[in-house]
């Protein structure tokens, strides 16, 4: 590490001038169409006209994001190649000591995107019209209600596991391998319910899904009609999926502070926010550099504690 940022020291201002030298990798941890994959796609337009050279979503998915994420803790930081996380990020260490990165130490935050409240939603094809129907029929039959989310560590999963804790029901996690496989197998009815954010469920909420509940603080400004878990009874139990962008360790700053301005500009404009408040469901953030370390480091702290507290582990 220490080499590695001495080097990238050494090269700051040569590579400052020349940057962007070739074509752009954005990794997206996660299986195409999902949020991950989804979003990154949304940007590459304006990043194109910005930075005026290609920029390629490549998917690499694996082990709940770590394995694609790994790519660029180990990629050189000369600003060709970034990841855009997902919320699981904030959980990898917690879940998986031997995930091969530091989730902060080997990575340079450059902008929270956006965040999004999850929906407890369940296949039309059920019986159940609030989430107080479920936890009832949870106590009824304990460990037979099922609940996808898009991986094992996701805030979906940790959310449903203190959920779990205050009221002493037992549901079966079915992880799946990104929101994609989620959003097919919750509209096939695989699982009784599906917990992800809007843009996670692929967009069947109010077709083949029925909302019952939201995970924000607060009603959601985009579906003010679904009460927050708090509205069900579970206070001071709140979630937001998130997501953002991270370089390599030691990418140096006037590449960073490019890339976030690029970033930050075709988050400003008007068709692709567009796309992703009206089409994905997220509330775009667009924060600064600093703003995305302090809300890691926060994530971190908070999640962690419930993967420790909870025994929970990444099979």
């Excluded at 607060?218 to 937001?240: C, F, H, M, N």
């Amino acid at each position: 590490m220490l080499r590695r940022s001495l080097l990238a020291l050494l090269a700051t201002p040569a590579l400052a001038q020349s940057w962007p030298s070739g074509p752009i990798r954005i990794i997206a941890p996660f299986p195409p169409g999902g949020s991950v994959d989804t979003i990154a796609r949304l940007l590459v337009p304006s990043l194109q006209a910005t930075l005026g050279v290609p920029v390629v979503v490549e998917n690499r998915s694996g082990a709940a994001g770590a394995l694609g994420t790994q790519v660029v803790a180990r990629a050189a930081p000369d600003g060709q190649t970034w990841v855009l996380v997902f919320d699981s990020h904030a959980t990898v260490n917690a879940l998986n000591p031997q995930a091969g990165f530091d989730a902060r130490r080997d990575f340079a935050p450059v902008i929270l995107v956006a965040t999004a409240p999850m929906l407890v939603t369940t296949p039309m094809g059920r019986p159940w019209r609030s989430l107080a129907e479920v936890l009832a029929a949870a106590r009824a039959r304990p460990d037979t209600i099922t609940y996808g989310t898009v991986g094992a560590g996701s805030l979906a999963h940790l959310t449903m596991e203190v959920l779990q804790q205050k009221t002493g029901l037992r549901l079966v996690h079915v992880p799946y391998r990104g929101g994609g496989p989620l959003a097919t197998a919750a509209a096939a009815g695989e699982v009784d319910l599906a917990v992800a954010s809007p843009a996670g469920l692929g967009g069947q909420v109010g077709t083949r899904l029925r909302a019952l509940a939201q995970t924000g603080a607060a009603r959601s400004k985009i579906q003010p009609e679904i009460p927050t878990l708090a509205e069900a009874g579970l206070d001071g139990l709140a979630a937001e999926a998130f997501w953002g962008l991270l370089g390599p360790a030691g990418v140096p700053a006037p590449v960073l502070a490019r890339m976030h301005a690029a970033t930050a500009t075709a988050l400003a404009g008007p068709e692709t926010r567009r796309k992703l408040e009206e089409g994905q469901g997220v509330d775009i953030v667009a924060s600064s550099p600093e703003g995305f370390a302090s809300f890691l480091d926060r994530q971190m702290a908070e999640w962690g504690r419930v993967v420790r507290e909870r025994g929970i582990k990444v099979e």
